[in-house]
């Protein structure tokens, strides 16, 4: 059975860090790219970065370039999200989610192409 585990939310000052992790088990994901999104409340969830399977090729919502870095690391089946210089609008709760096409080329920011999605686990940033 496939699950998808985040951890390492909280309750944070504005202006300060917090390390999203993802751990999968049950299977590998080595071969797909990997993606981290966000619901705050009462709005849609929505895309906040991914990585790719190969190259370790990134790609960013535009609110979070250069505050915000995915990794991933294939050994520990662990993608990560370090989000630094956190405002109050990043308050939500964040879910990582897999690719639902192996070895995909490109990244792709549609929800509807991931699956395997985790539980979610709420980020608060206070002002």
């Known amino acids: 059975q496939v699950q998808l585990v985040e951890s390492g939310g909280g309750l944070v000052q504005a202006g300060g860090s917090l390390r999203l992790s993802c751990a999968a088990s049950?299977?590998?994901?080595?071969?797909?790219?990997m993606g981290w999104f966000r619901q705050a409340p009462g709005k849609e969830r929505v895309f906040v970065a991914a990585?790719?399977?190969?190259?370790?090729?990134?790609y960013y919502e535009d609110s979070v370039k250069g505050r915000f870095t995915i990794s991933r690391d294939n050994t520990k089946n662990t993608v990560y999200l370090q989000m630094n210089s956190l405002k109050p609008e990043d308050t939500a709760v964040y879910f990582c989610?897999?690719?639902?096409?192996?070895?995909?080329?490109?990244?792709?920011?549609?929800?509807?192409?991931?699956?395997?999605w985790g539980q979610g686990t709420q980020v608060t940033v206070s002002s």
């Open positions: 989610a897999v690719d639902n096409r192996a070895l995909r080329a490109e990244i792709t920011t549609s929800l509807g192409q991931y699956d395997y």
């Open positions: 049950g299977r590998t994901f080595s071969n797909r790219n």
């Open positions: 990585v790719s399977w190969r190259s370790g090729m990134t």
